[in-house]
């Protein structure tokens, strides 16, 4: 005679028990830790993920980083920041390309000036973008962020379509990234070298999480979106 595999199945810890009868029709679930039960969805699975903020249309797209504060130390922190999102976005089928973010800044720093700056409609059509996300530093520090915990950067993103010149998203003001590392040691930030590793740390961790604006992932405890600024 063959008998169906029952559908709730129930792990026991720190303490043995006898089997028990479990009724076909429950929901499958599994004990992590004494007295937690989780959804098997959950195990397989795994957490919820946080949707994406924003749909970005298929497009070739443009990643422009702009440090108008001078909050980073070094120009390539922008390539580091513009290649970690380009990155994201391709490795999830975002978009179908995405645009070097080092001939976006080589290009600006050759035709930027502080008497006529260069526009990012100029920028986007020099590339062949079709559509940019424009990334703002408003904050990247190496120590006191977090509440005085560690290295942290926050980044203001907009989303334009270049070809019609006309914001995405969000409709006003900029989405306000936030972006910090743990587990740095302190004494990293007192050599020219050591500043430089977290540097380059940082800036791809900032990259990640805006790329994760526009996709489904796992959420995390630290970082993520602070909202819309004006």
Not at 5 to 13: F, V
Not at 43 to 57: M, S, W
Not at 81 to 98: F, Q
Not at 150 to 170: C, F, Y
Request: a neutral charge; glycine letters at 8%; one cysteine or more.
């Amino acid at each position: 005679m063959k008998f169906s595999a029952p559908r709730l199945l129930l792990i026991a810890c720190c303490r043995s028990a006898m089997p028990a009868v479990v009724p076909m029709g429950a929901t499958l679930l599994f004990a992590v830790g004494c007295n937690y039960l989780l959804p098997a969805s959950y195990i397989i699975e795994g957490p919820p993920k946080a949707p994406a903020a924003f749909e970005l249309p298929a497009k070739r797209t443009a990643v422009i980083v702009d440090d108008k504060l001078n909050r980073m130390s070094r120009v390539s922190l922008r390539v580091v920041i513009g290649d970690a999102v380009g990155t994201g976005l391709l490795e999830n089928d975002v978009v179908p390309e995405a645009i070097s973010t080092r001939d976006s800044v080589a290009y600006i720093r050759q035709m930027d000036s502080a008497a006529k700056p260069v526009s990012i409609q100029r920028v986007c059509e020099s590339l062949g973008a079709e559509q940019v996300i424009y990334v703002e530093i408003d904050e990247f520090q190496l120590s006191g962020g977090r509440d005085e915990g560690g290295p942290e950067a926050v980044a203001l993103i907009k989303v334009i379509d270049v070809s019609n010149v006309a914001r995405l998203w969000p409709t006003a003001g900029s989405e306000a990234v936030q972006s910090s590392l743990q587990d740095i040691n302190p004494s990293l930030i007192t050599t020219s070298a050591g500043r430089r590793e977290v540097e380059d740390k940082l800036a791809a961790q900032l990259g990640d999480d805006i790329a994760k604006l526009f996709y489904a992932h796992a959420r995390r405890e630290l970082g993520g979106r602070l909202g819309v600024k004006k």
